[in-house]
């Protein structure tokens, strides 16, 4: 099993990244896919996540903002981040569940990325 994560960067606040998510060796289609964050000091955090029918859930933080999108013909999900703030700047780390359904929980993730460095200049 393998999870790839690529797309992050530094980027001026109010700018936008896109993080993208290659996976293998997971039954894609059939399960729910997740990003989380960790942040300097921080513990990791649920981002957002991707049902295996589309259904998507955000974190309060990034409601509106962040937008998560799935290809399950190419086994690969992405994370679309606009109107980008300081608060953003972590590691973000792509994750395959072991639901259908999305969890915020990151126990019920049993494969992750390597992470992504996003960094948000003020």
């Known amino acids: 099993v393998q999870l790839q994560a690529s797309g992050g960067g530094l980027v001026q606040a109010g700018g936008s990244l896109r993080l993208s998510c290659a996976a293998s060796?997971?039954?894609?289609?059939?399960?729910?896919m997740g990003w989380f964050r960790q942040a300097p000091g921080k513990e990791r955090e649920f981002v957002a996540g991707i049902s295996w029918r589309g259904s998507e859930t955000y974190a309060d933080s990034v409601k509106g903002r962040f937008t998560i999108s799935r290809d399950n013909a190419k086994d690969t999900f992405d994370l679309q981040m606009n109107s980008l703030t300081p608060e953003d700047t972590a590691v973000y780390f792509c994750?395959?569940?072991?639901?259908?359904?999305?969890?915020?929980?990151?126990?019920?993730?049993?494969?992750w990325g390597q992470g992504t460095q996003v960094t948000v200049s003020s």
């Open positions: 994750a395959a569940g072991s639901t259908r359904t999305v969890v915020t929980d990151e126990y019920l993730y049993p494969y």
């Open positions: 060796g997971v039954n894609f289609s059939r399960n729910a």
